[in-house]
Nanobody
Framework: QVHLVESGGGLVQPGGSLRLSCAAS????????MGWFRQAPGKEHEFVAA????????YYADSVKGRFTISRDNAKNTAYLQMNSLKPEDTAVYYC??????????????????WGQGTQVTVSS
C-alpha cells in the first residue's frame, strides 16, 4: 500500500509559478515510477508528466513541455512538479500517482495503482 499526499496548490496569476509536492508513505519509494495527472471541471484525467523510479527518464505532455519540470528525491520519498509560465488552461485538480515498474514511466492512468487526493491549482487574474 502506498499513501500519497499532494501539496503546494493554490491561486496564481497567469505567468506565475507553483511547485507541487507529492509525499509518499512507503518504505520502498524508489521502486515506483511517479506520474502527475490533472483533471479540469467536466474533463477526463489528463497526463501531465512522469518520472522513472531512479529519476533518469522524464516524460511530458506536449501542453506542458518546456514549462513544467518533474523531479524526485528518493531520500525524502517525495516527487515534485515545478510549474512555470502558468496559463488559465492549466487550472485543474492535480494528482500524483505511483506505478511499480523497473524501467521508464507510463502516461496511461490505468498503469498507476495508487493515487493521492489531489491539490487544486487555479490560474487566474
Amino acid at each position: 500500500q502506498v499513501h500519497l499526499v499532494e501539496s503546494g496548490g493554490g491561486l496564481v496569476q497567469p505567468g506565475g509559478s507553483l511547485r507541487l509536492s507529492c509525499a509518499a508513505s512507503v518504505r520502498t519509494f524508489s521502486v515506483y515510477a511517479m506520474g502527475w495527472f490533472r483533471q479540469a471541471p467536466g474533463k477526463e484525467h489528463e497526463f501531465v508528466a512522469a518520472i522513472s523510479r531512479r529519476g533518469t527518464s522524464t516524460y511530458y505532455a506536449d501542453s506542458v513541455k518546456g514549462r513544467f519540470t518533474i523531479s524526485r528525491d528518493n531520500a525524502k520519498n517525495t516527487a515534485y512538479l515545478q510549474m512555470n509560465s502558468l496559463k488559465p488552461e492549466d487550472t485543474a485538480v492535480y494528482y500524483c500517482a505511483s506505478d511499480r515498474r523497473e524501467y521508464g514511466a507510463s502516461s496511461l492512468k490505468q498503469e498507476y495503482a495508487y493515487w493521492g487526493q489531489g491539490t487544486q491549482v487555479t490560474v487566474s487574474s
